[in-house]
């Protein structure tokens, strides 16, 4: 059965770094468009990144570029979110999600999920 876990939040200071880790099971993770959403509360779903499938290429969200960055390892089958320089502003809920295609921003296009993992950007 497809699965997603997400793994890698915490509790960290402003300016610091968190790598969240999305590992796959039951279905080649390169073969799909892989996006990392957060959820603050009170607030919508937002898109932070994006990975193609095949080629790899990279996509941001305005308020995170720069400042993270995602990769995948095939080997692994996992995608990760590199997040450096935090900001309080940061501080949701992480959720990595799956898509065969075509490539979306869309939350209701993504056809699998993680459970969420937990960033908080204190001091």
């Known amino acids: 059965q497809p699965q997603l876990v997400e793994s890698g939040g915490g509790l960290v200071q402003p300016g610091g770094s968190l790598r969240l880790s999305c590992a796959a099971s039951g279905f080649t993770l390169s073969w799909y468009y892989v996006h990392w959403f957060r959820q603050a509360p009170g607030k919508e779903r937002e898109g932070v990144s994006c990975i193609s499938k095949g080629n790899g290429s990279a996509d941001y969200s305005d308020s995170v570029k720069g400042r993270f960055t995602i990769s995948r390892d095939s080997a692994k089958n996992t995608v990760y979110l590199q997040m450096n320089s935090l900001k309080s502003e940061d501080t949701a809920v992480y959720y990595c999600?799956?898509?065969?295609?075509?490539?979306?921003?869309?939350?209701?296009?993504?056809?699998?999920w993680g459970q969420g993992t937990q960033v908080t950007v204190s001091s």
């Open positions: 999600a799956a898509s065969p295609g075509p490539l979306s921003k869309e939350p209701n296009d993504y056809d699998y």
